[in-house]
């Protein structure tokens, strides 16, 4: 048992163990973490509301506004193909 510890082999096989079985954990957690950050982010179309909401009561210029609404048609014209995309596949 202790010449394992000793033999440059054994001490090999040792930390590739040690090295698999830590990248297994961070797989496993970030596993776990992942799916939760992803649902936690609101939709598109909710953040165009909360943005026109804000630029109604005046905290947001107008150019603040149409700056973050162009970003964010952007983004819900990529989300829209992106759903059409996957409605074409699974037909």
């Not at 297994?24 to 939709?43: D, T």
């Not at 990529?78 to 759903?83: Q, V, W």
Request: charged fraction near 35%; charge should be negative.
């Amino acid at each position: 048992m202790w010449d394992l510890l000793t033999d440059p082999i054994g001490q090999a096989v040792i930390v590739v163990s040690i090295g698999c079985m830590l990248f297994a954990i961070g797989v496993y957690i970030l596993a776990k973490i992942r799916p939760k950050s992803i649902q936690s982010e609101p939709k598109t179309e909710d953040l165009l509301r909360k943005f026109s909401e804000t630029h109604r009561e005046g905290e947001l210029s107008d150019s603040e506004y149409r700056n973050i609404k162009t970003s964010l048609n952007d983004r819900l014209q990529e989300e829209l193909e992106e759903e059409v995309a996957k409605a074409k596949v699974e037909d």
